[in-house]
């Protein structure tokens, strides 16, 4: 018999995820945008979060990242096990350095035995930036907001 297939429950990418010490995991810093003066953009460090459930049994996962020209890059992640349907799983990668070459939007999708799945999908934008005159410090994006952008919650 083969194992069901789990469902993702979401992706998420953020600066940091890690297991604190109740075994909870915790994400720190998520975002959807990267500005960027030149290309490529980079950071140095970022993490890519996923939840699944509704497996049994091993299943092999990885990460995937589509360029804004469509470009795929996949990312093998180690196995997650689900001992019971019921169980949640939560999984994360760490990403060093990658080079963002193109501005636009980059979408990064679970991969599931090898195979992209089409939804929960994280979508980052990348943005140009320009400089603002010189008598200004720092840079604008349009609307004329501050790098990086203030959170825009609202009560």
């Not at 091993?58 to 001992?83: D, H, S, W």
């Not at 990668?93 to 939804?119: C, D, I, K, S």
Request: aromatic residues 8%; charged residues 15%.
């Amino acid at each position: 018999m083969d194992n069901p297939q789990p469902t993702i429950e979401w992706i998420h990418v953020c600066d940091n995820a890690f297991r604190d010490e109740s075994g909870k995991m915790c994400l720190v810093g998520m975002f959807d945008s990267l500005y960027s003066r030149q290309l490529p953009g980079r950071l140095p460090v970022f993490s890519v979060a996923i939840g699944m459930t509704g497996g049994q049994g091993q299943y092999e996962i990885g990460l995937q990242i589509q360029t804004p020209g469509g470009k795929a890059i996949n990312m093998q992640m180690p196995p997650v096990q689900l001992p019971d349907p019921s169980i949640k799983a939560r999984a994360a990668v760490r990403v060093n350095n990658y080079p963002f070459e193109e501005f636009g939007t980059y979408t990064f999708r679970v991969l599931l035995g090898g195979q992209p799945v089409a939804f929960p999908n994280h979508m980052l934008e990348h943005v140009e930036v320009q400089p603002q005159d010189e008598s200004q410090s720092g840079a604008t994006i349009p609307g004329g907001a501050q790098i990086p952008p203030p959170p825009d919650f609202q009560q």
